[in-house]
């Protein structure tokens, strides 16, 4: 396939699914040499099943494993390090990434556990996992979903995935877009299936899947976002990310550029979500450069509290993010907010926690 073509099939059977879709894309003609050391990078932000919409199905990633196995690639691994707060061996185990190890006898590297080194990523100093540099051609498998902070994620941004976690606070430290476009600069994505199969497209990590029963592929990262953002409803300039990767030489920001090529046709039509949860939600929050694990287990508090009835009952923003270290204010959630009058401890404290936390706090109020 081209660098201009997506090309998407639908259906239920997602193994096999993967392994057509590869197979039109001539995938195995686009790897160097049967030796080749391929890495596969799932997204797995948290121990939850794939079925929630935040996760990598691995029926995909047997589909890919299989395929390449079938065309004589023996050298795989799978590779993927999860969000702040929670252990990539614990969503290995809770996604099925397991099995698939124990079945094709493919390794999984942890990068929660590897050291990171320093890398220039076009003008900019990112630390990257050692072992991303032992990859010789890397397959991308980002889920296409929502993100409380950045709108969408899918190709570039499941790349946080391959550095420290100490360099991912470093990240939103540095207000996530940046980066996240320099980052695409440091590690070369060679070819990206996207799992476009039940992400949820209000948060990264799940719990209201969309259930489009697509899977994607794609071999420009920036392009691939950027008919991403269309697929969902957001211009390209609502992800600033995107159009700084094109400004960097990475890809092409122009979605309308895209030939989207559908190998067959849905059976039936999806309900696409009208309204957007996180939209409704974050004018209750005062964000100054929070971590994706803490704001993502904030946003599903608030709907609960929403749910309720009683979340206007809070009165004053919530605040959260690295911006409030050493300062002080009313109501806080996380560590960095220690200072605050009402806070509750945690890096990150987990959605009932903030949940009961906020309840208490609304019913002293």
């Avoid at 493919?106 to 990068?111: A, C, L, S, T, Y």
């Avoid at 890397?138 to 995935?161: D, E, R, S």
């Avoid at 300039?237 to 849905?266: R, T």
């Avoid at 206007?312 to 806080?332: A, D, P, S, V």
Wanted: charged share 25%; glycine share 8%.
């Amino acid at each position: 396939m081209r660098k201009d073509e997506i090309l998407a099939i639908y259906g239920t059977e997602y193994k096999e699914m993967t392994k057509q879709l590869l197979e039109k894309a001539d995938l195995a003609s686009k790897i160097p040499s049967r030796k080749s050391r391929i890495g596969v990078k799932p997204n797995l932000v948290s121990p939850s099943d794939a079925s929630f919409g935040a996760t990598t199905h691995p029926e995909v990633v047997a589909g890919i494993i299989e395929y390449l196995m079938e065309k004589g690639f023996q050298n795989l691994v799978m590779l993927e390090g999860s969000w702040v707060g929670d252990k990539t061996e614990e969503a290995v185990r809770v996604c099925g990434f397991d099995r698939l190890t124990q079945k094709y006898e493919v390794p999984f590297w942890d990068m929660q556990k590897e050291k990171g080194e320093s890398c220039s990523c076009a003008g900019m100093e990112l630390k990257i996992c050692k072992a991303v540099r032992n990859i010789d051609f890397l397959i991308n498998v980002p889920v296409m979903k929502g993100h409380c902070q950045t709108k969408i994620t899918c190709a570039l941004k499941n790349m946080k995935g391959l550095i420290p976690n100490a360099e991912k606070r470093r990240f939103h430290a540095m207000g996530l877009h940046k980066p996240i476009a320099h980052l695409g600069a440091g590690i070369r994505q060679d070819f990206i299936v996207v799992d476009n199969i039940c992400g949820d497209w209000d948060f990264e990590d799940g719990v209201n899947p969309v259930v489009m029963n697509r899977i994607m592929a794609a071999a420009d990262p920036v392009l691939c976002d950027a008919y991403v953002c269309h697929l969902m409803g957001y211009s390209v300039s609502e992800v600033p990310y995107i159009e700084m990767a094109q400004s960097l030489g990475i890809g092409c920001a122009d979605w309308k550029k895209a030939k989207f090529l559908e190998i067959n046709h849905p059976k039936k039509d999806t309900v696409i979500p009208s309204t957007r949860k996180i939209v409704a939600l974050k004018d209750a929050v005062e964000e100054v450069e929070s971590c994706s694990a803490c704001y993502g287990y904030l946003i599903p508090a608030l709907q609960r509290l929403k749910e309720e009835g009683i979340l206007e009952k809070i009165g004053t923003k919530i605040c959260i993010g690295q911006g409030y270290r050493g300062k002080k204010g009313n109501l806080g959630i996380g560590h960095c907010t220690g200072k605050f009058d009402y806070h509750l401890e945690g890096c990150p404290p987990t959605e009932n926690q903030i949940y009961e936390f906020l309840k208490k706090y609304i019913e002293e109020k």
